[in-house]
């Protein structure tokens, strides 16, 4: 299936906060018979294609992975490390990559005689990397500061569910994806503006920068959601396979978020409803508030194991998504812009 490939590559691809670099190429190979793909100075990547006016609308997934990076080599050959957005206890026994001189596997070690009743306790101080070698060798491929990160082939799983790395959120890139296809063939009114934005782990810093370069009249944020069962976030109601997620609050404009439920209805794609009363915590909430103000929306894909490397997806949800943003866009005309706009 070319969606499962283009997912599984972007995936099992590298990419932490601040090398959003290192997934170009593929993003290029994937969207090059879309529209022309650049990037900017810090890695935001644009896939854009001409509408028929001059408004424009900007679909923004971002392209960064959660990461460690090398803060200690011991004497003993040993890695310490420093990490973002991930629970220590999701490491233990984990293979991973250091990206140093060359790349170089690792598996994360929890001290043997760490005590059982401690496990539910573990703190990444406890953790360190153990490639096989010795100091001198590691010392010689290895500085402080490196990049590392989760390694993990994606695994399929029934009912159409995958698990890898970095679902969080190259399964919203293989979204666009989808979108930019079903558009291949179609001159939307508006132009459109693919972004997968840079540093989203680290503060959103991609979309802000983004925002104010292309100006768009409305911006789409794309990414992951939790899972509402047994093992996710109890406090939601979001099942994987029944669809995207809308968001609703004060983060997204209240009438594009009408504008895309209406579509999703007239196309009977099935989605689901999330409120978010504050920060949502994603490229939507700088998308919102840059240039004097961006209508917005925020799509989100549910996921299990949010920021492990086992982070599951289902290949509907992807594909549904892809479909909604497409008539979405298809059907988007700029001479109502303005009424789609007024409270």
Not at 11 to 25: F, I, N, Q, T
Request: with cysteine; charged share 25%.
């Amino acid at each position: 299936m070319e969606d499962l490939d283009f997912l599984k590559k972007v995936c099992e691809a590298d990419a932490p906060s601040g090398r959003e670099d290192w997934l170009y190429s593929i993003i290029e190979d994937g969207f090059k018979e879309f529209g022309n793909i650049t990037m900017s100075k810090m890695n935001n990547i644009y896939i854009y294609k001409k509408g028929k006016s001059s408004s424009k609308i900007m679909i923004m997934a971002h392209a960064d992975e959660v990461f460690l990076m090398v803060n200690e080599i011991s004497k003993e050959g040993f890695l310490k490390f420093k990490a973002v957005g991930i629970d220590p206890k999701s490491l233990v026994s984990q293979e991973v990559v250091i990206h140093g001189k060359e790349r170089i596997k690792g598996i994360v070690a929890l001290k043997p005689e760490y005590e059982d009743k401690d496990r539910n306790k573990v703190k990444m101080e406890n953790l360190y990397i153990d490639t096989g070698y010795n100091f001198d060798k590691l010392n010689d491929l290895v500085n402080i500061g490196d990049y590392i990160t989760l390694k993990r082939n994606m695994i399929q799983l029934l009912n159409e569910n995958v698990c890898c790395k970095a679902i969080d959120n190259r399964a919203s890139i293989a979204a666009m994806h989808i979108c930019a296809a079903e558009l291949k063939n179609v001159t939307p009114d508006l132009d459109v503006y693919f972004v997968c934005s840079c540093q989203e782990e680290v503060g959103h810093r991609g979309a802000g920068m983004a925002s104010y370069e292309i100006k768009p009249d409305i911006g789409i944020a794309v990414d992951v959601t939790f899972d509402g069962g047994i093992f996710g976030d109890t406090d939601r109601e979001n099942k994987l396979g029944e669809g995207p997620v809308i968001c609703i609050g004060p983060n997204v404009h209240p009438k594009l978020k009408s504008r895309i439920i209406e579509t999703a209805d007239r196309h009977n794609i099935s989605y689901q409803v999330e409120v978010e009363p504050g920060n949502t915590g994603t490229d939507a909430w700088d998308i919102q508030t840059a240039v004097g103000g961006i209508p917005t929306l925020l799509i989100s894909i549910p996921i299990k194991y949010m920021h492990t490397s086992v982070e599951m997806v289902n290949l509907r949800d992807i594909r549904n998504t892809g479909r909604l943003l497409a008539r979405f866009i298809q059907e988007l005309k700029a001479n109502e812009l303005e009424g789609l706009f007024c409270f």
